[in-house]
């Protein structure tokens, strides 16, 4: 892996304490009301973290074993799942575990297309599943009459719906009929053009055959499983959320899952590193402007239970499974 991609996360790292630093000290957060946690509540967060890494390793298992003939025992898929979190944690949002995912499948001997596309089914369960869950919470949000919010939630949950509707249509008959049409420019070096073009072949190839699949009526059994699992994924962070406000004397798990959605749709966008303090004023508006629970410390404890507690666990992983590009990196420093 390129050691540029490592020091970028080392940034990515420290940029998000300094933002998380920064709203602490513009909003004076006392630090003992979000660093505060008793050995239960702590063992709980950890376990939560545990069961979410574990999924998305058991998800990307269940890809590998249905798609490709990697050999990879479930121990190594879970660590290159749960390593590849890492980057999407440390680098801005979209395609950033996906390649890393791709990169390490690719070190062990996996085509560079197939690796790509059963990473990418991870990325489109994740991206679909999570905008149904963002549009009910805009839906709440614009019954509460905040508008602004509920625009904004519906806006980006509806563009992530129809691209990802778009990319699994065009997996379908009326797709491959469409990509064949398509017709890469000349080049001065032939030898330069048949290369892209196999590769373009090869790539549309793989994403016909995994995106296809796995969307038709003869993988509907594993197709479900996956939702299931990703479901338990993306609800994971939110039951964490839940349990920081039952603090609060708020016990409306529905209603904060909207809340944590609302954070992780104006999160996505590609402007801080992980979503970092984009992801704490969504959550936070929408406790605010919908829930009336007006307690910043509260998000701010949430984010350190859950981002921080995750990139501990998942550098350990990392570690583990690139130990030697670890090593050239700090001989660069």
């Known amino acids: 892996m390129n050691l540029n991609y490592f020091k970028k ?19 004076n957060i006392p630090l003992n009301e979000i660093i505060q946690f008793t050995p239960q509540v702590l063992l709980l967060f ?3 973290s545990i069961i979410r890494l574990l999924s998305q390793g058991i998800r990307f298992h269940i890809l ?15 660590i290159i799942r749960g390593s590849s979190e890492f980057f999407a944690l440390t680098t801005l949002p979209f395609l950033a575990d996906e390649a890393a995912r791709t990169f390490m499948l690719t070190e062990r001997g996996l085509p560079f297309s197939t690796s790509f596309w059963i990473t990418f089914i991870e990325l489109l369960l994740d991206t679909l599943i999570g905008a149904i869950l963002s549009i009910a919470s805009g839906v709440y949000a614009l019954l509460s009459g905040e508008r602004l919010l509920a625009s904004t939630i519906l806006t980006i949950s509806s563009l992530q719906i129809i691209l990802s509707i778009i990319f699994i249509a065009l997996s379908k008959n009326k797709g ?12 001065r070096k032939p030898q330069f053009t048949q290369y892209i073009s196999s590769m373009f072949r090869g790539g549309t190839k793989e994403y016909f ?7 038709s009526l003869k993988y509907l059994t594993h197709l479900a499983l996956l939702v299931l699992i990703s479901i338990v994924i993306i609800i994971v962070p939110a039951i964490v959320l839940y349990e920081i406000l039952i603090e609060c004397r708020y016990s409306n798990f529905l ?3 909207y809340a944590f959605r609302s954070g992780e749709t104006v999160g996505v966008l590609p402007v801080t590193v992980g979503g970092a303090g984009l ?7 929408y406790l605010v402007r919908v829930l009336g629970i007006d307690s910043l410390s509260s998000v701010i404890k949430w984010r350190i239970a859950t981002y921080y507690l995750t990139l501990i666990i998942t550098s350990f992983m990392l570690i583990s499974t690139s130990i030697k590009y670890l090593r050239k990196f700090l001989t660069k420093i």
């Not at 996360?9 to 909003?27: A, C, D, E, K, N």
């Not at 074993?65 to 879970?78: A, D, P, R």
Request: hydrophobic share 55%; aromatic share 12%.
């Open 255 to 257: 209603n904060v899952l």
């Open 279 to 285: 992801t704490e004023i969504g959550v936070y508006f």
């Open 64 to 78: 590998l074993k249905l798609f490709s003939n990697s050999g990879l025992t479930f121990q190594e898929s879970v």
């Open 209 to 215: 055959r995994i995106l296809g699949s796995i969307f």
């Open 176 to 187: 491959i009929s469409l990509f064949k049409k398509i017709r890469l420019p000349l080049s």
């Open 9 to 27: 996360s080392l940034l990515g790292i420290i940029s998000v304490i300094i933002i998380t630093s920064v709203i602490i000290y513009i909003f």
């Open 46 to 48: 950890l376990i939560l």
